[in-house]
């Protein structure tokens, strides 16, 4: 917020913008809060909604806008599995208060509890931007910069995480979820990382950063077995220490941004002179992104590392000490190609300065934060240990000296080819290499495969209108159509035999009229009034006798 002041200083609306950001943040913290499941999904659902509203915050951009409908629409596909989930729950135990859930889910069909497992994993993995489902984030930075800081350090992305953490204790039981959460945590690491290598736009690293971060506690929240071992201790430990980092990678992103008028990295270099104080700041986050000792994501990484190897996983093992090789080269590679070297022809068009003193002095907070809990992790990891049930080695042991050595071995390569210029790209790629690079340029075809499965859709679904349209609709009114002109036709053919009935009685009535007629030879009334005379003289004379 001290930040906004100064980046959003010459924006409109700022009203709006401090509405909902205010919103945002008291919308995760009664996430957190939460002891139910419906207080907890409203919340889930403000953050979402509140995170749409700051994306297309400058709605004048056709691009806000459509990526502000893409993060609404992408991370609905995950709230409506958790919301399934949510049913489901209730459906069986007729609660949603996390205390009862936790005495009262044994009484859940097996298969049904793996069911609402499963959902609750999907939505949380939407949630946090994880594979297959991770493409928002990148489009998420279309929103002013202190909100993508607000978004990846420390709220939204992190309600997957919170989620996950909050449920382990009773979905550890599934070791379907557990094996599904270690390899896709550990898989997104490594994408996200080689995604954040490749990229030219200086806010698509640390979005693809945060990707691949994320990754780390996923994969150590599924490495364990219970809520008391060390996987969860440091899925949660990495959580703190990357809102830290990541929030300050941000800011100092959105410094620079703010005084070059570019996201294209191509565009800059040789900054380190003129804004020599962000320089200092984007150190300081590299050595915190990239778990250098004695900073905080050092011990959380190391402890994710150690968590995976106490599962006897040696395949996720690597995966994550790769991942941290990845994360080491993509940061230092933005750090050499934005600092270092020259200047830009771009760059020498313009008066470069630094940053705006609040700016600096609300990046300068953070990036105290972020020394201070390195030197506090190994007290606060040794203070921890004997109430989370597992006991911490010395850092400075094999494993240590094995780390450092993986992120000396993915640091070297960027050394080489952009600090030194000894090798060239070209040298390096190969027809299998250029082709590899060719994939992670296109986010490995991921947003094709999804314009391709919606345009389907669409197609599917003009079709089916067409249907209906054409046949569905037509046909009550064809039906219809046949039901009156029976009706007509069973009128018409009602009156003509009921007239005919009528006719053809009349007829034989007065046939035998006519023949009764025939019988006498006089006035009908004459023989009526003599007929009713004689009944009346009967009568009297009976009663005359009697």
Known sequence: LIYSLAYMAHEESLDRYYFFILLFIGSMIGLVLSDNLLQLFIFWEMVGFCSYALVSFWYRKPEAVKAGIKVFLMTKIGDIALLAAILLIYAELHTLSFSQIFKEYQNIPEYLFTMIAMLTLFGALVKSAQLPLHSWLYSAMDAPTSVSCLLHGATMVKAGVYLIARTHVIFCKVQLWLDTLAWVGAITAIVGALLALQTSDIKGVPAYSTVSQIGFMMSALGASPSPTSLGWFAGLFH????????????????????????????????????????????????????????????????????????????????????????????????????????????????????????????????????????FLGGSLISFLGTHYLFEIESFFSLETLFFVLTLFIGGLPIYLIYQRKMVKLEMLYPGPLRIMESIIEKNFFLDRFYGILTFAFIRISKILYKMDISIIERFPILVAKIMVNLSRTMLVSFDMTLDRMVSFAAEIVASHSVKVRTIHRGALSHFVLAVTLGIFLLYVLLALTT
């Not at 771009?346 to 705006?356: G, R, W």
């Open 239 to 374: 959580t703190i220490s990357h809102a830290f980092f990541q929030g300050l990678g941000f800011l100092v992103i959105g410094s620079i941004v703010h005084q070059l008028g570019t996201r294209d990295m191509r565009k800059m270099g040789g900054l380190r002179r003129d804004m020599p104080i962000t320089f200092a700041l984007c150190i300081v986050v590299i050595l915190a992104r990239s778990g250098i000792p004695p900073f905080c994501s050092f011990f959380s990484k190391s402890l994710i590392a150690k968590s995976l190897l106490l599962a006897n996983n040696l395949v996720l093992t690597t995966l994550i000490y790769v991942a941290a090789a990845l994360t080491f080269a993509y940061s230092y590679r933005f750090l050499v190609i934005t600092f270092a070297g020259k200047k830009s022809p771009y760059l020498k068009k313009i008066k470069v300065h630094e940053a705006p003193w609040l700016m600096s002095a609300s990046s300068s907070i953070l990036a105290a934060g972020t020394i201070f809990l390195g």
